[in-house]
Structure formats: structure tokens, C-alpha cells
Nanobody, 120 residues
Framework: QVQLVESGGGLVQAGGSLRLSCTAS????????MGWYRQAPGKQRELVAA???????NYADSVKGRFTISRDNAKNTVYLQMNSLKPEDTAVYYC??????????????WGQGTQVTVSS
């Protein structure tokens, strides 16, 4: 079994910063791409940022220049540093990872979500 556990959400004023963490644990052979998604009330879940095992990154246009995704492969952990936060960044943030449980069996996993609220 594989679990993704997130931490670091909370309430912050506009212009502030937060750092999210997500650690994968369990029966893991290797971790491929990892990423962060978010879902605001009444909206669809959207990709915020993603990072490959080789550390290539991809960002949503709305967060470029403000958010930074990184990972620690030894710890199976992905981070999202969020700076210059805006009220429109308010959402539940979900961690996602593509994980190989064996050399040939891979699946996609989600964390439970962590609330980020930015006040104006």
C-alpha cells in the first residue's frame, strides 16, 4: 500500500508565504513524476506545478514566478514553496505522484489535501 501525506497548509495574509510538503511512503520501488494540484470551491481541480524524477519542472501560468516546486528523491518528498500569495490562490492543495510499486507496476496516487487560505 502507498500513502501520500501532505502538510504545511494554513491561513496567511496576501503577500505572505507558505511551504507545502508531501511524502510518499509504503511499498515503493521508485517515484516518477510528482506534482501539486488545487481545487477551489465550485471549480475544477487544476495543475499547479509538477516535477519529474530528473527535476524538470512545469508550472501553471498563474503561479509562475511566485511558486517553486522541488523534491528530495531520497525522502520521496515533494515541496511547494508559495510566495507572494494572493486571495485567488485559496484552495485545497493536493499532492499527486506516479509511483512504481515494482519494476513494471505503476499507479497514480493522491494525498488527502491540505487547505490553503489567503486573506486579503
Amino acid at each position: 500500500q502507498v500513502q501520500l501525506v501532505e502538510s504545511g497548509g494554513g491561513l496567511v495574509q496576501a503577500g505572505g508565504s507558505l511551504r507545502l510538503s508531501c511524502t510518499a511512503s509504503g511499498s515503493i520501488f521508485s517515484v516518477n513524476a510528482m506534482g501539486w494540484y488545487r481545487q477551489a470551491p465550485g471549480k475544477q481541480r487544476e495543475l499547479v506545478a509538477a516535477i519529474t524524477s530528473g527535476r524538470s519542472t512545469n508550472y501553471a501560468d498563474s503561479v509562475k514566478g511566485r511558486f517553486t516546486i522541488s523534491r528530495d528523491n531520497a525522502k520521496n518528498t515533494v515541496y511547494l514553496q508559495m510566495n507572494s500569495l494572493k486571495p485567488e490562490d485559496t484552495a485545497v492543495y493536493y499532492c499527486n505522484a506516479e509511483i512504481y510499486r515494482t519494476t513494471y507496476y505503476r499507479d497514480n496516487y493522491w494525498g488527502q489535501g491540505t487547505q490553503v487560505t489567503v486573506s486579503s
